[in-house]
């Protein structure tokens, strides 16, 4: 960003302030100053005022000029063209000496004595401003005849380029840096004139226009219509632009572009014939496209993309016809989630802006420039505005003063930490002692916590400002749930490696395939992968027993004897919601080839997988199978409860699957993790009275399953039953279609040694209990 001091000076008093203070405070402040360049016009030019100008006796190309230089009249040769529009023009007088070392001395041209020279811009050192002598006008200050240009500040000015960061978008205008520079000096910002007086129109723009939109969009939008009849560019217009090197095609356009610069404000103008036809009513019209960008419709004709560009063909013509001018706001979020990076779409000089965050204050922007060009034109302004106005709520950020010197590393003063947000743009309340609400401005759209308002105030104290402390730390309390489910994890690989498995980590992708291949959910078709890494990789995973099947069967590809295998990853449904499950995988042998066994290791059995499953996950229950996929064995298989939770199954794997990985006897099981995470331990007491052990057996009928007798057994809830198990079933022909179980029960009591009467009350009831539910007889 590029900007002037005489420009600064229009938002900003800095009366008293040396160029160099400015870039300091600038520097101080996170506007990095890249560089500062002083226009300084010779000395010996002063403001003429030609009385009378006619053609060159004996040159064609020449034309000679009475000039009225305040301390007499002097004849000067000039052969530049526009002089013949000339009042008021820079005069190089006899003995100045010019940027290029050219020094003015009385001379003749083709016969005619010339005491002087008429200057361009670029000859008195300054940027080209169009063709042929620069022309005065009041917009560089009162014209006075013979008044050294020298003394004229908006010529004379300091051109200072600040690097923004890409946040700041507020700071891309004049009126944005210099809000900056009103904070850091703690002087009031000036009051910008928008008032209109001149050639406002009775008539209203609504008999010309009419505007209607679709919904109510994320945009502010609010055109007003002009007609121009001669639209002259005062010279403080044209001298800026070239001193910020932004170009314009146009005179309207240099005057929407540097109402745009100077207000932050988006404007655009737009010919009469681009809304419609001649004498009919423009309909704008403002509709989403297919790109989810907002457009400006109107009779048929796409005009812009709202903050992003600007048709061909809409830009006004001026001089005798009616212009639309247009001041827009969208936010930069929005066009950041359009991401135009991926998308076809041109883009013109403002989208930089919008990009980073223009100013929203679109009356502002309208107004400004409407007074501009009432000021540089004989122009009809059309009374009332089109608007589109969507309501912004202000964010709200409350912090206190404690929090604010925290963070910064300095005691700071309630009224100093208002009276900078206050002067930066930002509402301030107290809500109590210490609190403050703030809330912050529309044009402030990158300040969303408490970092960022410490970030404000200490770039206004300036952090060379900040008094040295000590570093010190500070140890905080860390416990969080997801500290919980960490340290729960960690707990389950060592207790899994401990009990024999080994962790694979595999992608967390699948073969879309080989799940539906074994009847697992796959993710809906609208939401696969768009480019998977290799087509056996082609879906999120919705398991982790294919992948952990594939990894055995590479293991056994290798000759591996033994493979038992555990994976803790996230998995996903058919909606690619996320969740964590663990699987295991034991194939093979039970156990390793060694002396103990003589070379010859048992194959893993389910009650040996159970036991390392019990090992690695701690105590679980065992319930009717009621999960259906390609993997699970009819017959050999089981759903796991915790705690009274279905969160898994166990299974041998299904022989076609066993088959089809070319693997031995294989068990798995899967289950939620966080079925595993205990956010609670809770604690009981330990008895000091002996326990005593107590077996128990029954004959029942062979369908009967053990789930069921260990929840009519829990039923009773007995007071001194601290557990039971199984311990053995038995069968022979003389049962016939029953069989024997032998239950083991502990028995203790918390408050007293049990008697005998206490125990045989246990075992009693237990008995009862199976005998009227299941017809139970005691063996």
Excluded at 161 to 184: F, H, K, M, Q, Y
Excluded at 653 to 674: P, W
Aim: glycine share 6%; proline share 2%; charged share 25%.
């Amino acid at each position: 960003m590029i900007v002037t001091r005489s420009w600064l000076s229009e938002f900003v008093d800095l009366e008293g302030i040396s160029d160099e203070s400015i870039c300091d405070t600038l520097n101080s402040i996170g506007l990095e100053v890249a560089s500062l360049k002083k226009i300084i016009i010779p000395e010996g030019i002063v403001v003429g005022k030609i009385i009378s100008c006619e053609k060159h006796p004996d040159a064609d190309k020449l034309n000679v000029c009475e000039v009225d230089i305040g301390y007499g009249v002097r004849q000067i040769v000039c052969g530049a063209t526009n002089v013949v529009d000339a009042e008021y023009v820079a005069v190089a007088t006899i003995g100045a000496k010019l940027q290029d070392g050219l020094e003015i001395k009385h001379t003749q041209l083709r016969g005619v004595d010339s005491d002087g020279m008429i200057c361009s811009a670029s000859e008195l050192g300054l940027p080209k401003i169009g063709e042929g002598i620069m022309i005065l006008d009041a917009s560089i200050g009162e014209l006075k005849i013979g008044e050294p240009l020298q003394n004229y500040k908006t010529i004379n000015d300091s051109i200072i380029e600040v690097e923004l960061t890409p946040n700041r978008g507020d700071c891309l205008s004049i009126l944005g840096v210099a809000r900056d520079l009103s904070a850091a000096y703690n002087r009031e910002m000036k009051l910008i004139d928008v008032k209109l007086y001149e050639h406002t129109s009775r008539a209203g723009i609504s008999r010309h226009a009419t505007l209607e939109s679709e919904e109510k969009f994320d945009i502010e939008l609010i055109f007003a219509l002009v007609n121009i009849d001669v639209l002259r560019l005062p010279l403080v217009i044209d001298l800026r632009l070239a001193f910020v090197q932004e170009e314009a095609k146009d005179s309207i356009t240099a005057i929407t572009l540097y109402a745009t610069l100077s207000t932050g404000v988006i404007i655009r103008a737009y010919n009469e014939g681009c809304f419609a036809k001649e004498d009919e009513v423009a309909k704008i019209k403002i509709s989403k496209n297919t790109q989810e960008l907002i457009e400006v419709l109107a009779s048929g004709n796409r005009c812009s993309i709202v903050g992003v560009n600007q048709f061909e063909g809409c830009a006004p013509i001026v001089n005798g016809e009616k212009v639309f001018i247009e001041a827009s706001y969208v936010s930069p979020q929005n066009l950041a989630q359009a991401d135009l990076s991926k998308k076809d779409i041109p883009t013109d000089r403002y989208y930089y802006n919008t990009s980073r965050g223009s100013n929203p204050d679109v009356n502002l922007g309208i107004r400004y420039t409407l007074k501009l060009l009432e000021k540089s034109s004989n122009t009809e302004i059309y009374d009332g505005f089109l608007t589109h106005e969507h309501k912004r709520e202000n964010t709200i950020i409350k912090v206190s003063i404690a929090e604010l010197s925290r963070i910064i590393g300095a005691d700071l003063e309630k009224s100093n930490v208002i009276s900078i947000l206050k002067r930066l743009g930002f509402d301030v309340s107290i809500s109590n002692e210490d609190f403050l609400a703030i809330t912050v401005p529309l044009f402030r759209a990158d300040i969303v916590n408490s970092q960022d308002i410490a970030e404000e105030i200490l770039r206004m104290i300036g952090i060379d400002n900040i008094e040295p402390r000590a570093l010190s730390f500070v140890e905080s309390y860390h416990q969080r749930a997801n500290l919980d489910e960490y340290l729960a994890k960690k707990s389950i690989r060592y207790k899994s490696v401990g009990a024999g498995f080994y962790e694979t980590i595999s992608y967390m992708f699948s073969e879309r395939k080989l799940l539906e291949k074994y009847g697992f959910e796959t993710v809906d078709a609208n939401l696969e992968l768009l480019n998977p890494i290799v087509e056996e990789l082609n879906t999120l995973r919705t398991t982790l027993l294919i992948n952990l099947l594939l990894a055995a069967k590479r293991n056994a590809n290798y000759s591996k004897r033994t493979i038992p295998l555990f994976e803790i990853g996230a998995v996903f449904d058919n909606k690619r919601k996320q969740k964590e499950k663990i699987a295991f995988l034991f194939s093979g042998n039970s156990e390793s080839e060694n002396i103990t066994n003589s070379g010859k290791p048992k194959i893993i059995s389910a009650a040996s997988f159970i036991e390392k499953l019990g090992s690695a996950i701690g105590i679980i229950e065992l319930a009717p199978c009621s999960h259906q996929n390609g993997l699970i064995h009819p017959y050999q298989s089981a759903d796991i409860v915790i705690e009274g939770k279905l969160c898994g199954y166990i299974s041998k794997l299904h022989l076609n699957a066993q088959e089809d990985f070319g693997l031995k006897d294989t068990f798995i099981a899967e289950l939620d993790v966080n079925a595993l995470i205990k956010r609670k331990k809770v604690a009981s007491a330990i008895s000091n009275f002996q326990g005593v052990y107590k077996d128990l057996s029954v004959v029942l009928a062979k369908d009967i399953v053990y789930s069921d007798i260990s929840a009519q057994i829990d039923a009773l809830n007995l007071k001194h039953l601290r557990s039971f198990y199984p311990i053995d079933i038995y069968n022979d022909s003389s049962l016939k279609n029953d069989r024997s179980l032998t239950l083991r029960m502990f028995i203790q009591s918390s408050e007293k040694t049990l008697e005998d009467n206490d125990i045989e009350d246990v075992v009693s009831s237990i008995l009862s209990k199976l005998e009227e539910s299941f017809g139970a007889k005691l063996r």
